[in-house]
Structures are given as C-alpha cells and as structure tokens.
C-alpha cells in the first residue's frame, strides 16, 4: 500500500461494494450461533477473544454505519438540496425495506407458525405503521419455542441509520456538513455520551413518538458517533494518509479493543475505522470487481435473519455452522433478486439519465472549454458530476 491520501470526494474508485457485502455476510455468521443456542458462546470473536460484548455483527453493523456516514454526508455536499437528497435516501432504503417486510409478513410469518392462527391475528394497522416508520415487522408471534424468536431481527438497524440520514439535513442546514472541525467536535461530543453511560450506567429513556424516533437513546447515541467518524474521514480526506504501516498498527488496536471488552469501542472507532477506509481505497482489483457487480448486499442483509431462522425451524439439528453454509447461497440469491426486482428499478431511472448526461455534452467539441462564471467547471465537468451523483 502507498502512502496516499483517499479517493477525492467524487471519486468512484473504492471498495465500498465489496466491505459492504462482507459485512452483510458476517452478520450472518455472528447471529448462526445466538440462533441456534440463544446465546453467543460459540460465536467466532467470542471463541477467538472471549469477547461476547462485541460480535462479528457488531462490528459489521459499525462497518456499515462507517461506510454510511463517509457516502451520505459525500452526498450532501455534492448537493445540498433537501428535495433531491431526501429522494435519493428513500429511493435506496425504503422499497428493499418494504418488499423485505411483506416477504416476511406474507411468506416467513405463516411459514413459522400455525398459517390461521398466525392470519386470524395478524393487524394490518400494525404491520403498516411498522413499514411506514422502518421498525421490524409487526406480526404476530413466530417460532415458538426457539431461541430468538422474532421474524427479523436484523431490521432495527434501518430506522437508526435513517435517522442518521435526516442528521446530515440538520448539520448541512446549520453549516457543519463542510467544517471539518466542527463535525469532529459534535463526534467527540457524541462519544462522551457515550463514555459517561458506561463510567456511570444510568437508566436512559426508553421513547417512542409516533414511531418518529429510534426507540433506544444509548443505541442511537452511539450508531450516530459511528457515523459521524465515517463522515470526519471524508471531511478530514486531504489530511489523512494511509499507508502500509500505519494500516497494520490500526489492525493491531482493533485486535486489542477485541481482547479488552472495555476497550472494544474505543478501539473501534480509531483503529478498525482507519482500516476499513484503508482496504476501501487500496488498489486491489479483486475487490474492485465487486464494483461491476450488482450491490447485493442489502438484500443479503434483509434477508439473512428470516433465512437463517426458516432454516432453523425445519431443521432445527443443524449446527451453527451448516445453517450459515447453508444460508448463505440462498441469501445471495434473496440479495440478487431484491436488487433486481426492486431496488434497481427505483434507481434505474436516474442512472439511465445520468448515463446519458455526460457522453450528450461531451459530443459537443465547443463546450469543453467553455466555464460557468459560478463554479468555473466547464458543462462537461458538470455533466460528470450529475452523473456520478444520479448513480449515489
């Protein structure tokens, strides 16, 4: 690795596909075991470091949040317009998040237990204020008997991360989405929070207002730092260096946060977040071919808990490690179908424009050299940034 600063801002160039598809599948391997025992004993950083505080999701899950907070605040600096960005955060999440929550509603729901007892309870009221507000589904009770018994699990995240979203709103609009200083202070802030619950546990409020707000305030306090620190390394991107040796110092303190339960965050945020934006802009071009693939992950995301719980229920001798063997291909092929059926055809449109933008304005010789007195890029530069910001 040389020693190099990140990817300017619009910049496509990364390995952000491929993290985000290997963190969807490690969550599939941290929840194999809870679900088949009920509890993380033979969970794989629990085994290697005797960590049960943090898991292979939780670290994903810190991944995900990392990678987020770098793109989206990316997003809304390329264009601080409420409208166009609200749209394209709701056009990413919300259709997979529906069709997900209906597949579980409609397929895995009766599938987990008695199909008329499950029906004659089942609240359409419920199930449709749950979807409005990103909340896993509200169904009646599945999978009596087994360890976690919930249709997914793996959806509580979504409502966290959309709050995050609707944050960069907040920021942008008081200015600190493009101050680099004021944006780390406001993660500092967020991580003293976070210190002073675990120095001095307290009982923090559990709300709901009309499903508006995340549930629990110490979780959401602590995934919104997460993606705060993903947003302070693009705004930091022309400081930060990355290179071969301090990579494997960061590897060494995230492998000591995992030895140390105390030291687990602190690790993580500082370490394992430099590593994560190390490997996404290294040039390694296996992991660059996950770039011309479809971005499956989501789906394989959505859809891990419901398979891996379905698998459980018919087969409930499995081990841990045959359920996530077996998981896995099928979810790769819930992930492939969601993108395909449903995720892409609501970002299709806008790609299809963009893709046209830029090769229309480059056809015309005379504009290349032309600037626009506001930005000083010439109709062909900025007809590649729409581009690349349709495809956001």
Known sequence: MEDSAPAPASSHENNFNFLRLLFASLVLFAHGPELVDGNRSRELLTLLF??????????????????????????WNRNPRLVPYLGKRLRRIVPGFWAASLVCALIVGPLGAPAADYFAQFSLKRFVMGALFLTEPSIPPVFAGQPQPFVNGSMWTIQYEFFCYLAVILLGTLGLARRPRLYLGLAVLLLAAVIAVDLHPIVVPQFRFYYLLPANVERLTTLWMLFCVGGCFLLFRNEIRFTRARTVIAAAILVLGLCVPSLTRYCLITGGAYLLFAVAFARIPLFAWFNSKPDISYGVYLYGWPVQKLIHWYLPRLSPAWLVGLALPICAGCGWLSWHAVEKRFLGSRRRVAARVAPAVVSVPSLASVETPETGNSPMQLATDVAREAAD
Do not use: C, D, E, P
Request: aromatic share 20%.
């Open 50 to 75: 005797g960590n049960s505080r943090y898991t292979l999701g939780m670290i994903a899950v810190a991944g995900f949040f990392f990678i987020s907070g770098y793109l989206i605040l990316q997003s």
